[in-house]
């Protein structure tokens, strides 16, 4: 079987220093920059593996055909969106097949490339197709080598994380084996890191003299309302479970697949301040401890490898930042802007964002590993969004090229505007995994795609702009005048 490229295999990596904008990296490509506090470990296949391993298989790697779909006719959109669901239903669907059949797949070699892979490359080839012609017939033209993205790669055990692995359990399995995790997905011991052994690497820029200084904080609570799903109003409109992964919400308590621009505005908000009707989402996080939760059973949960016990942050701080070199501009109504990649395992690093760490151990950051707290420290999760717009979209067919990250100095891209950046620090009580014997017991993991294994760097954070006109006024006279409102 084909072997994945090294440059993919994140997991495996050491500690990766981000450059940050204030609590968070941002430059230009949204992803980290090398060195850090660890040296990074990438582990090349072996030609000479035992004909036994050569046959496991970890996970599946298909190009994520919609980071790639950056001018679709708008006439198209509804349906491209659709189909860009249907390949991940697809991912799904052949992820867990692999798992319910590891046994077939150990005795014959062929196994997974006949009855998993050519039947998935087909299906999608299929989609893609689909996909091609609803672009062409809006006037559009779907992008070279798009065909070419039929094709998926069976990723072995050795690039799950540097571990040495057995074949993936039916999801739903108790124990460590497979590749680790209650559900047989993740995690695993090599994705967590002991944070006290990290060197600090969190950068600020530095201030020019027209610097929008000041800050604005929304207080919208944690979740209390317990409104949860598995929809993604963003990426896959109009589709119920698009994510395969439970959300948080905080802010708009109208936001669901199908939810318009006017029940947004017109909804509910957990937000003290009723000017902010923003809806604020970010996957769960679980602590894998052999316990169920109310979705055990269900799409985006038990059923696709999400597993445990959903924890509540304790805190979830939002503000709204400006920028180092000068002045914001008022984000349009409505706008829409994803951080991170909850495919960035097997995407590679282009949109990862992720950023984790522990209370009283903030100037250093873990992008693709999980930390081990010491006692009386908490896990946090910190997000810094794009702060560039384009000034005329309130998104884009890959949902992100309408907006971008500053550079190091806080530039924008040409023709690009600085927007209040968005800030959000998620903080958890939660006693910290036992590691041992390169096992792992009671894991924590963000809930994801099935076929990422549960991997650190696919933690991502959601945002859809519903301040009315009158606050996001005072949100920009806040930030530009260097006032702290709260």
């Known amino acids: 079987m084909t072997i994945a490229s090294a440059a993919l295999l994140l997991g495996g990596g050491g500690l990766v220093a981000v450059n940050v904008y204030a609590s968070a990296h941002e430059d230009s490509a949204g992803g980290q920059d090398a060195g850090s506090g660890a040296q990074q470990q990438t582990q090349q ?8 391993q050569a046959r496991q298989v970890a996970t599946i790697d298909c190009p994520d055909v919609g980071t790639r779909l950056d001018d679709v006719p708008d006439g198209a959109r509804e349906q491209v969106d659709g189909e860009l669901a249907t390949l991940d239903s697809q991912i799904t669907q052949a992820y867990q097949r ?24 087909k299906d999608r080839a299929t989609v893609l197709d689909r996909i091609r012609q609803d672009m062409e017939r809006r006037g559009g033209q ?52 002991d944070i006290t052994k990290v060197q600090p690497n969190v950068q600020k820029p530095r201030r020019g003299a027209d610097a929008s200084t000041g800050t604005f904080t929304t207080r919208c609570g944690v979740n209390d309302n317990k409104k949860f799903n ?20 905080v802010g708009n308590q109208d936001n669901d697949a199908f939810s318009s621009n006017d029940d947004l505005a017109n909804a509910d908000t957990s937000c003290q301040n009723q000017g902010d009707k923003s809806t604020y989402y970010w996957p769960v996080l679980r602590v894998q401890d052999g316990s169920s939760d109310f979705d055990a059973d269900k799409d985006g949960g038990g059923k696709e490898g999400n597993v445990g016990k959903i924890l509540r942050a304790e805190k979830a701080s939002i ?50 590993k999980y930390p081990l707290c010491p006692e009386g420290s908490k896990v946090v999760r910190s997000f810094a969004f794009q702060s560039c717009w384009d000034g005329q979209n309130i998104d884009s067919a890959n949902h992100r090229t309408h907006v971008a990250f500053a550079d190091q100095a806080g530039n924008c891209p040409q023709n690009f505007k600085a927007i209040p950046q968005l ?17 792992v017991q009671n894991p924590f993991a963000v809930d994801g795609f099935p076929e990422q294994l549960h991997k650190p760097i696919t933690d991502h954070d959601d945002f859809i702009n519903v301040f009315d006109d009158r606050t996001m006024r005072k949100v920009v006279d806040c930030i530009n005048k260097g006032d702290r409102c709260d």
């Open 230 to 249: 598995t929809d993604n109003l963003i990426v896959a409109p109009g589709v119920s479970n698009g994510a395969h992964h439970l959300h948080d919400y």
């Open 423 to 439: 800030k959000m620090r998620l903080v958890y009580d939660v006693q910290a995994p036992t590691v041992e014997n390169g096992q």
């Open 319 to 368: 503000k709204f930042a400006g920028n180092p070199l000068g002045k914001v501009v008022a984000m349009p109504k409505f706008l829409r802007v994803i951080t991170g990649d909850a495919k960035a395992f097997t995407n590679g690093t282009a949109n990862a964002n992720a950023h984790w760490s522990c209370t009283g151990f903030e100037d250093r950051q873990l992008t693709d």
């Open 142 to 193: 779907a992008p070279d080598g798009m065909s070419g993205m039929a094709q998926c790669t069976a990723k072995p055990p050795e690039d799950n994380g540097g571990q040495q692995t057995q074949p993936p359990q039916q999801p739903g399995d108790d124990g460590q084996a497979g590749n680790g995790g209650q559900a047989g997905n993740g995690p695993v011991a090599d994705d967590f890191a």
């Open 98 to 121: 692999l798992a319910s059949s590891r046994d077939a797949a150990a005795k014959d070699p062929r196994f997974v490339r006949n009855s998993i892979m050519d039947p998935l490359e």
């Open 45 to 52: 296949p072996s030609s000479q593996q035992p004909a036994q």
